[in-house]
């Protein structure tokens, strides 16, 4: 193993952070490095909190003390020294920019040089390349502002004519009286307060609902010096229906708005004269159309000679987003669209065409959303980063990811407290025959289970939306039904057409958006087990449960029941020390002294929900809620845990956890095996088949061969993404898929399993 570490090793001496044991480590570099490991076990404590977080917060002190105070703050991890440390590059799942202005095109910087080159060399001559953007009052389509399309509000879901201002006749969340929303309107002295809405003069109305942006001439004392009054349809189109904060509202506001293309630029969103100008026929919102497969031809055909440098340029961005899978995106498509792992990818191709070295790169589980097909291109583009001087290391549990790495480390033995150590570093072949949960499990065989049959079936016919045109399919009742395919093959399409056959059926939709929850949920909150567990407490101690509360009345003085002190430093990051009077733990002296079984609620608190099974076990009712994460693969979480804080497989496992008593119902998950370990995969696997059992139908976007391979029915989506998919390439048994040369499922199943 020694030439694996022939180009030098980043060493790791006593990490400490999270759960980690005082952990040594060398990783070696310009190779690549995979940790595994149960989920909670303490691979990301270790790479991304550890190893990431102290590259990012070095580089940041290069930097002049008046930027720094600019710059994002990455905390101090617990560790004795890291020797031999590159540059960190971290590429997240996080999606990116939910801006309803930023593109494909836009973020990844083609676009700003596909206007350059229509303002050089387009015909007619139009202008700079300011001309060609809708972003720019020069470019875009004055009727729709370069947005594409127009909303159309519907005013009477927004007001209640038969209320005044006073009695709440805003009706959308934020608007009620006394909001500082309501404060725009109430205390611009224009209206009476007490008048319905209904008595107002049309000069009124149209002043409360439709006036431009204005200063107001000699408004009251109440109104603030330099407000501007703004009607409530423009307020709401620019502070809520077109911003982030939309997206929080997003149910309210699917029945007050209805969305349409622009009818002046029919969705370009550029004006008519930026539209003029044509290379090779094409003006420049056509090749915004394409596909990035289609576009690479476009640029392939431009043959004047002062565009040579703008289409190399052009070729290496583009080329590098189709070698990582991804041809078949638009260049309009909008980020806000986008899947965590498809934005991934576009980070990782940024990379691609980067001619920086000896970085170390670090990846959050870049197999998540890809097909066995997808992860072959993913692995290539990782080889051509390593084999360009950098190191790679990233977390997965992918088998595929863990097979082409260079070097493995698994983080273990379990999750949470009994985690933490190392417990395998060396080669996959070397995994395979360790005794560590990760190589047994890479060891298990993948066997088919024997299918169930029904006669009952749901279908759907001629489904023509997105990708998919005049598409049939269909899914067995009462059986555990997967649906496969690329990414972007219109797996998700297919699946919303189904959900739009239950109207009068009990079914369950547990996709992985957010579970509503703020900074403050806890699983603990998100159980309601808080109450029940201070009653518990009270009744024990016999004191008043307000005591257990660190909102409240056991919170500790000094911290105020955050369990840190905050001091800010001016440029440099703020110190952030554990509360000295109650040691972080939050609560009061006084609440700190009670115990139930031996521990305080603090203690409770900070139990992994795996622990608390046995604590509760006398308590049936938070045993019982308890029990519910545990099933799901979650017991590794902390009852004190942050819920902002777990992945999009998590948030929808936990929902999972909250509907497991169904009968006869039908359940549609996305993905639900994201960022677990195979051993968690099989408990989940088992938890399907209860479900199956207990009358059940399943429905399942997934790309888990583990998983597939147990499911009685299969439709297989494909053969490619984009306009290259959108046909159902194999329906029928898992087993049967292996036969289908064109479905990519059954290729990867018979590589797999022979």
């Known amino acids: 193993m020694t030439d694996l570490f022939n180009y030098g090793a980043i060493s790791i001496h006593g990490a400490r952070e999270n759960n980690l044991k005082n952990i040594d480590l ?14 909670g076990s303490g691979k990301s404590s270790l790479v991304f909190d550890t190893l990431a977080a102290v590259s990012r917060r070095e580089l940041n002190e290069t930097f002049p003390s008046f930027t720094q105070q600019y710059l994002p703050k990455y905390g101090q991890p617990q560790f004795d020294s890291i020797e031999h440390l590159p540059v960190a590059i971290v590429v997240e799942q996080k999606p990116i920019g939910r801006n309803s202005r930023s593109t494909l095109a836009t973020y990844t910087g083609i676009y700003s040089v596909l206007r350059l080159m229509f303002s050089r060399i387009g015909q007619p001559w139009v202008g700079y390349s300011e001309w060609f953007s809708f972003n720019l009052p020069q470019g875009m389509c004055p009727n729709c502002q370069g947005l594409g399309f127009i909303d159309d509000v519907d005013e009477s879901q927004l007001i209640d004519p038969n209320k005044s201002l006073n009695e709440g006749a805003m009706t959308f969340a934020g608007f009620q009286p006394g909001t500082w929303r309501w404060k725009e309107y109430g205390n611009s002295g224009l209206f009476d307060l007490d008048k319905k809405i209904k008595d107002y003069s049309k000069e009124e ?61 029919h969705g370009t969103r550029l004006n008519s004269k930026a539209l003029t100008a ?114 790679i290391v990233l977390v997965d549990h992918n088998p595929a990811i863990i097979s082409a790495a260079d ?36 060891r298990t065989p993948v066997k088919f289970s024997q299918p169930r049959t029904t006669a009952d079936w749901l279908n759907v016919k001629n489904v023509t939306s997105h990708n998919l045109n005049k598409v049939s399919a269909k899914i067995p009742k009462g059986v555990l039904t997967v649906v496969s395919g690329p990414a972007g ?28 929850v703020n900074i403050r949920s806890t699983p603990a909150t998100y159980l309601n087990i808080l109450n029940p567990l201070r009653k518990l407490f009270a009744n024990a101690n016999k004191v008043s449960t307000q005591l257990f509360s660190y909102n409240g009345k056991g919170a500790c003085p000094r911290c105020k ?85 777990l992945s999009g497989g998590e948030v929808q496992r936990v929902k999972l956890a909250m509907e497991l008593d169904h009968k006869g119902s039908v359940y549609f998950l ?85």
């Open 489 to 516: 093959s219109g797996k998700s399409t297919l699946v919303d057409a189904f959900k739009q056959q239950m109207s009068g059926i009990d079914y369950v939709d547990l996709s992985q958006d957010s579970v509503g």
């Open 670 to 754: 996305d993905e639900p095996t994201t960022g677990l370990h195979l051993n968690d995969t099989k408990r989940l696997i088992d938890l399907f088949e209860k479900l199956v059992d207990n009358g059940n139908t399943l429905i399942l976007i997934e790309h888990n061969l583990s998983l597939i391979s147990q499911a009685d029915w299969l439709i297989d989506m494909g053969p490619d993404a984009g306009k290259y998919g959108g046909k159902v390439c194999f329906e029928g048994t898992p087993e049967d898929s292996m036969k289908c040369s064109k479905s990519r499922t059954g290729v990867a199943l018979k590589k797999l399993i022979g």
């Open 407 to 442: 070097y493995v480390v698994e983080i273990g033995p379990k999750a949470g407290k009994s985690g933490g150590t190392v417990t395998f570093k060396g080669t996959y072949s070397e995994l395979l025959k360790s005794n560590t949960i990760t190589g047994q499990m890479l």
């Open 26 to 39: 060398d990783i070696p570099k310009h190779k690549m490095t995979v940790f595994a490991g149960l989920s």
């Open 278 to 391: 044509k290379i090779e026929g094409k003006n420049i919102a056509e090749v915004g159309e394409m596909d990035l497969v289609n576009v690479l031809k476009f640029l392939d055909s431009i043959t004047d000679f002062k565009a040579k440098t703008m289409v190399r340029e052009l070729r290496s961005k583009v080329q590098s987003l189709v070698d990582i899978g991804l041809g078949y995106l638009s260049l309009n498509r909008g980020t806000d669209t986008l899947s965590g792992g498809e934005a991934q990818r576009i980070k990782i191709a940024k990379y691609l065409t980067s001619s920086l070295s000896d970085l170390v790169y670090v990846l959050d589980e870049p197999s998540v959303g890809l097909h066995p097909h997808d992860i072959q291109l993913i692995t290539k583009s990782l080889k051509k980063l390593k084999d360009q001087g950098n190191t």
């Open 205 to 265: 109305y149209e002043m409360f609902m439709h006036a431009p942006k204005q200063k107001l001439k000699n408004p009251p004392k109440t109104w603030a010096r330099t407000a501007q009054y703004e009607g409530l349809v423009p307020r709401m189109l620019r502070s809520v229906i077109h911003s982030a904060s939309g997206r929080h509202h997003q149910a309210a506001l699917e029945k007050i708005v209805t969305r349409k293309t622009c009818p002046v630029c």
């Open 561 to 645: 029941g955050k369990g840190v002190t905050i001091t800010e430093m001016a440029f440099m990051d703020p110190v952030v020390q554990t509360c000295e009077l109650c040691g972080g733990k939050r609560y009061s002296r006084e609440a700190l002294q009670y115990k139930y079984h031996g521990k305080d609620i603090s203690e409770v608190m900070n139990m992994s929900i795996d622990d608390t099974l046995d604590f509760f076990k006398d308590v049936p009712n938070i045993l019982k809620k308890v029990d519910l994460l545990e099933k799901v693969g979650l017991g590794y979480l902390n009852l004190s845990q942050s819920m902002t804080t």
